[in-house]
């Protein structure tokens, strides 16, 4: 489609759990996508979104936010409060870092960040111990938390084209 809006009545949609408006050109969302308490499933990937709303936080049920290959400079701090999030893909944006409140989302599973110019990780990324899969690669960093040696439960992780020198002390020790 070519849609360069989304109206605030979709804000009245109660019981919609999956909203797909990917590759659109969407600017911005409408602060109403916060009323959707029912959303499980958001996917807002290949857009002109440079922000998300701060409501997005107000989506209690959501599961996994798809948001990549738009031009995403931040996120909204409220992104801390989605619990059962499961899967965060913001690849292919322009985000230089994350919020501290990253580290509250504790269901997340997987986490791809891959292609932004991300410097640094936040320390409170030791609160993602159920991470099983962490894209960082295509990234400016050039150190890592100690924290990412306490995920235990990381099976994937991709360290690819960053400007790394060496790991964490965390991360030899395992």
Do not use: C, W
């Not at 269901?107 to 990324?125: G, K, M």
């Amino acid at each position: 489609n070519q849609l360069t809006e989304l109206p605030d009545a979709l804000g009245e949609l109660r019981a919609l759990e999956f909203l797909y408006v990917s590759n659109n050109k969407l600017a911005r969302l409408p602060d109403a996508l916060g009323k959707l308490r029912s959303l499980a499933y958001l996917n807002v990937s290949s857009n002109a979104l440079t922000s998300l709303p701060e409501s997005v936080g107000a989506l209690g049920s959501l599961l996994e936010l798809r948001a990549h290959d738009n031009n995403l400079r931040t996120l909204p701090y409220s992104i801390g409060a989605l619990a059962t999030l499961r899967e965060l893909h913001l690849n292919g944006n322009a985000l230089e870092e994350l919020p501290d409140s990253i580290g509250r989302l504790a269901s997340l599973r997987v986490v791809n960040l891959s292609h932004n110019t991300l410097i640094a990780l936040p320390r409170t990324i030791r609160g993602l111990e159920r991470v099983t899969h962490l894209d960082l690669r295509a990234n400016r960093l050039t150190t890592l938390p100690d924290a990412l040696g306490e995920m235990r439960q990381l099976m994937h992780l991709d360290l690819r084209e960053n400007q790394l020198t060496s790991l964490p002390e965390s991360l030899r020790e395992v």
